[in-house]
């Protein structure tokens, strides 16, 4: 018998976002594949994807990939606790002509705990990044609302 048996792809669900924003000069992409396998009705277990480029005219242009693994905990129905570690690789160069010597290329890990609602495929709620960098992170703030989906 395969180790992939009808009943192990029954517990895998995907999802991910994708994003898209434009305007005058300015362009940003992202998109974020996941998957994950529920251990039991109250534990999924999952990885993700994470890839976004973002430019402006004359100005800059921004490329981070990266990866996470991440649990999903349902101790009771409608409330879910989830945490998440990413790592990302992340590159800025900025245009010379606007900021000299500012060009970036590092490497940064973030540990997300979470508080959410969780009604059937969706969920929705809050996240915080406890190692956050004010510096260093794509975010610009340690606590992040965020939207849940899996098919």
């Known amino acids: 018998m395969s180790s992939f048996s009808p009943s192990f792809w029954d517990k895998v669900s995907f999802g991910g976002g994708i994003g898209l924003n434009f305007g005058d000069g300015f362009f940003a992409g992202m998109l974020a594949p996941s998957a994950m396998y529920r251990l039991s009705p109250y534990v999924s277990v999952g990885v993700g994807l994470n890839g976004q480029y973002s430019s402006q005219r004359d100005v800059f242009k921004s490329t981070v990939l990266g990866g996470s693994v991440f649990g999903l905990f349902n101790p ?8 998440e570690f990413e790592q990302l690789h992340v590159s800025r160069d900025f245009e010379q002509q606007v900021v000299s010597n500012l060009d970036e290329d590092y490497w940064y890990p973030a540990l997300f ?9 969706v969920t929705f709620g809050i996240r915080y990044d ?3 960098d004010s510096d260093k992170s794509i975010q610009p703030e340690a606590w992040m609302p965020f939207v849940r989906f899996w098919f």
Request: hydrophobic fraction near 35%; proline fraction near 5%; charged fraction near 5%.
């Open 113 to 121: 705990l979470g508080l959410g609602y969780r009604s059937g495929s």
């Open 130 to 132: 406890v190692l956050y």
């Open 76 to 83: 009771i129905p409608g409330l879910q606790v989830s945490t």
